[in-house]
C-alpha cells in the first residue's frame, strides 16, 4: 500500500494530463462541498432554533386546571377547580419514573401592573413560588448569593431570587443587591441572590423574574394549599409522553373529574414539541445527505469515466507490463488506488472549502450580531470523517468497473502492432 | 529449452476460423540462437506468442525448461512470463513516462526485487548494451536504436530462460539493426537462448539457425553459418 513507487506513478498518471485531472476532481470536491455547506446550514438552523429551548429539560411538561366540560358525580359541569399541594405527593406515588414534580404559583405575568418596589423604583414582574427543584427544570446560572432551599422551604422564609434584568431596573449599576429588600404586593423579602439564564426563548422576559420559597408565597398571597401548575419531569430513560396519560389520570381521579373530560387538565408536553423539531431536523439532514450525495454521485460518475479513459489510454502500457510478468490484481490495485487517491484529495479539496465557506458565514455572523433562528452553522469531526468514509467508498466503486476492464485487457492484443 | 509437439491453433473471424498453426513441432535446445522466417501471414507471430505466454494453443504441448505449458491463469501465467521469458518487441514498447533505467527496472519490481538493488542491476544491464549515461533519460529523448538497446536490457534484466525477439530490427535503419544484432549475437554467445522473428534474411543469417514457416506449417529447419554483424557496424 505504502509503496514508494506505486505512489510515484500515481503521481505520475494523475498529473500527465492536469487538466483533465482538475476538472475530474471539481466534480467530487463540488459534490463534497455542497454536502459539506448543506449539512453545516441545516445545523446552524438547528442550533438557533434549539438556542429557544435553550437548557431547559425537554423531557418535560406542564399542567394547569380549566373548567370541567361534563358533570361527574353530581358535580356540575364548568365547575372550576385547582390543583392542591398533595397532589404532587399523590404523583409520586402512582406515576413511577418521575425525576422532579415542580408545583407552582405566579404572580404578575403579561401586561400585569406594577408589583415590586425597591426604594423608589418600580417594576412589573413575574413572581413565581417554587421548590428548590425548578432549578433543574428550567436551568439559569446563579450569579451571586444562591438559590433556593428547603431550610427556605420549612421555616417559609421570604427571601428571593431576582433575575438580572430586575436587578438592572431596580439597582443603581454598582449597587450590591443582596441582603437589601424588595417589596412584591406589600410584602418585604430579602434579595439572597441573581441569576442568569440562557436560552433566550423568553428574551427579555426570561432575565425579569424572581423566584421566592413556594411555602412563603403560599401564606404571603393566601394561596392556602392551591396550585397553580406543575411542572413535571421524567427520568432520562422514559419519555413524559407516555406517562402524560397517567399523570392526568390520577388528576382526575383526585378532583372528581369524569374520566373522559377531555379538557379539564390542560396540559403542554414541551418533549412532544421538542421531538417534533428534533424530527424536522432529522428530516432536513437527511435531505442534506441526500442532496449532496447525488451531487457527488456525478462527481463520482465523472471520476469512472475519467479512469475508464485513462485505462484505455494505457491499454498498451498494461500489455507491456503483464508482458513482463506484474500480476493482475496488481494492475486492479493501481488503477483502484488511482481512483481512491483522485477521489480523496479532490474531496479533501471540497471539504476545505465548505470549511472556509462555513468559517466565513460565522464571522458574518459574529460580527452582525445574532440573527433569528440561525447560529453557528458546523460539521461535527463525524461528520467530515463520515465524509471521507463516503469519498473512499466512492472512488473504490469509481475505480472498480475501470480497474475491471483495465485487467480484461489481454496482454497479445494490447501488444498487436498497428 | 523449448519443445512443443504439434501444436495447433486457429482464430475464429465471424462464422469462419482461420487455422493459422497446423500441427508444429519442434525443439530449441540452451544457448540457440534461432530465427523464425516466414512472410506475412505465415502464423511466425503467433507462435511467438504461444511461446511467450500472450495466447494460449488449441492442442498440442509446450514444455518450456522442463516445466508443461497449459491452462495457466492469468496469474500464474504472469509469473512465468516474469521469471522465464524476456520480450523485444519491434516497437520497442518502453513505457513512456519512465526513465530508462525504471524501463529496465521493472521486471524486477515485478518480482519484488528491493529498490536499491533493482536500481543497480538495472545500471549494470544499461551498462551492458552501452547506455548507462542515458540512464535517466525517458524514452522520447533516445533514438530507435537506444530504445531498442533499452529494451533489450530490460528484457535481460530478469534474467530469463528465453528472450523472445518480435521483429526486432522491423523499425530501425539497417546501421542500427546490425547494432541491434550485434548486441543480440553478444548475450547469445553468453549462453542465452534467443528466439528472433524476422523477415529479414540478412537478420536470419545472423543466426545460427532458421526455421522457416509457411500456412502455418514448418516448411525448412536448418543450421546456418553465423554471420557476424559486428563486421557492419
Redesign the interface.
Known amino acids: 500500500m505504502f509503496n514508494k513507487d506505486r505512489w510515484r506513478e500515481i503521481i505520475e498518471v494523475l498529473t500527465t494530463n492536469v487538466w483533465r485531472t482538475i476538472f475530474t476532481a471539481f466534480g467530487v470536491c463540488w459534490g463534497i462541498f455542497i454536502l459539506i455547506v448543506l449539512l453545516a446550514a441545516g445545523k446552524g438552523l438547528e442550533n438557533g432554533i434549539k438556542q429557544d429551548f435553550g437548557d431547559t429539560a425537554t423531557n418535560t411538561m406542564f399542567m394547569w386546571t380549566r373548567a370541567t366540560t361534563r358533570s361527574y358525580e353530581g358535580l356540575p359541569k364548568g365547575r372550576s377547580f385547582e390543583f392542591k399541594i398533595d397532589d404532587v405527593q399523590a404523583l409520586r406515588d402512582n406515576v413511577p419514573n418521575l425525576r422532579f414534580i415542580s408545583p407552582r404559583n405566579q404572580l404578575g405575568g403579561f401586561g400585569g401592573n406594577n408589583n415590586v418596589v425597591y426604594g423608589l423604583r418600580t417594576g412589573a414582574y413575574n413572581v413565581y413560588g417554587d421548590y428548590p427543584e425548578i432549578i433543574n427544570q428550567d436551568p439559569m446560572a446563579v450569579t451571586s448569593g444562591r438559590f433556593l432551599n428547603y431550610n427556605d422551604i420549612r421555616e417559609k422564609r421570604k427571601v428571593a431570587i431576582i433575575g438580572n434584568g430586575v436587578k438592572n431596573d431596580l439597582y443603581d449599576k454598582d449597587e450590591e443587591a443582596l441582603g437589601t429588600y424588595i417589596k412584591i404586593q406589600g410584602v418585604n423579602f430579602m434579595v439572597i441572590g441573581t441569576y442568569k439564564k440562557n436560552n433566550s426563548g423568553g428574551g427579555e422576559e426570561g432575565q425579569k423574574e424572581i423566584f421566592v420559597p413556594f411555602t412563603s408565597f403560599s401564606q404571603a398571597f393566601n394561596r392556602g394549599e392551591n396550585v397553580g401548575w406543575m411542572a413535571i419531569t421524567a427520568n432520562d430513560g422514559s419519555s413524559i409522553s407516555q406517562l402524560k396519560d397517567k399523570i392526568v389520570d390520577v388528576m382526575k381521579k383526585r378532583h372528581k373529574v369524569h374520566p373522559e373530560d377531555t379538557r379539564a387538565v390542560g396540559y403542554f408536553d414541551l418533549f412532544e414539541q421538542y421531538n417534533r423539531v428534533e424530527s424536522l431536523f432529522g428530516a432536513l439532514k437527511a435531505v442534506a445527505y441526500i442532496v449532496g450525495i447525488m451531487v457527488l454521485l456525478s462527481g463520482i460518475i465523472g471520476v469512472s469515466n475519467i479512469m475508464l479513459i485513462v485505462v484505455k489510454e494505457r491499454t498498451k502500457e498494461i500489455g507491456i507490463r503483464r508482458a513482463l510478468g506484474e500480476q493482475p490484481w496488481s494492475i486492479k490495485k493501481q488503477i483502484l488506488m488511482e481512483s481512491i487517491f483522485l477521489t480523496l484529495i479532490s474531496g479533501m479539496v471540497g471539504i476545505i472549502f465548505g470549511s472556509l465557506v462555513i468559517f466565513g458565514i460565522n464571522s458574518l455572523l459574529d460580527s452582525v450580531g445574532p440573527v433569528d433562528m440561525f447560529m453557528s452553522p458546523s460539521v461535527s469531526v463525524g461528520v467530515v470523517t463520515g465524509a471521507l468514509t463516503i469519498l473512499m467508498v466512492s472512488g473504490l466503486l469509481a475505480g472498480f468497473i475501470p480497474a475491471q476492464s483495465a485487467i480484461r485487457v489481454r496482454p497479445i492484443e494490447a501488444l498487436r502492432n498497428e | 529449452m523449448i519443445e512443443i509437439k504439434d501444436l495447433h491453433k486457429s482464430y475464429k473471424m465471424g462464422t469462419n476460423s482461420l487455422h493459422v498453426l497446423k500441427g508444429i513441432n519442434f525443439k530449441v535446445e540452451d544457448g540457440e540462437l534461432v530465427a523464425i522466417m516466414g512472410s506475412s501471414g505465415s502464423g511466425k507471430s503467433t507462435l511467438l ?1 504461444i511461446l ?1 505466454m ?2 494460449g494453443a488449441d492442442s498440442g504441448e509446450y514444455t518450456l525448461d522442463g516445466v508443461p505449458i497449459k491452462n495457466l491463469s ?2 500464474k501465467a ?6 522465464f521469458l524476456g ?1 523485444i ?3 520497442f ?3 513512456n ?1 519512465k526513465s530508462a533505467a525504471e524501463n529496465v527496472a ?2 524486477l ?3 519484488k526485487v528491493p ?1 536499491k538493488e533493482r536500481q543497480e542491476k538495472a545500471m549494470q544491464y544499461l551498462e551492458r548494451v552501452g547506455l548507462k549515461p542515458w540512464a535517466d533519460h525517458l524514452p522520447s529523448e533516445l533514438s530507435g536504436g537506444q530504445k531498442q538497446r533499452v529494451a533489450i536490457a ?1 528484457a535481460m534484466a ?1 534474467e530469463p530462460k528465453v528472450l523472445l525477439a518480435d521483429e526486432p530490427t522491423g523499425a530501425l535503419d539497417s546501421k542500427t539493426s546490425y547494432e541491434v544484432m550485434d548486441l543480440i549475437q553478444k548475450i547469445n554467445d553468453e549462453g542465452n537462448t534467443i528466439l528472433v522473428v524476422t523477415h529479414e534474411e540478412d537478420i536470419a543469417h545472423m543466426c545460427k539457425r532458421i526455421v522457416h514457416l509457411k500456412d502455418g506449417v514448418i516448411v525448412e529447419d536448418k543450421k546456418v553459418e553465423q554471420v557476424r554483424a559486428e563486421q557492419y557496424v
Open positions: 506468442n511467450g500472450l495466447d492469468e496469474t504472469a509469473q512465468y512470463r516474469n521469471k520480450f518487441f519491434q516497437s514498447n518502453l513505457i513516462y521493472l521486471p519490481y515485478y518480482q529498490r530490460r530478469a
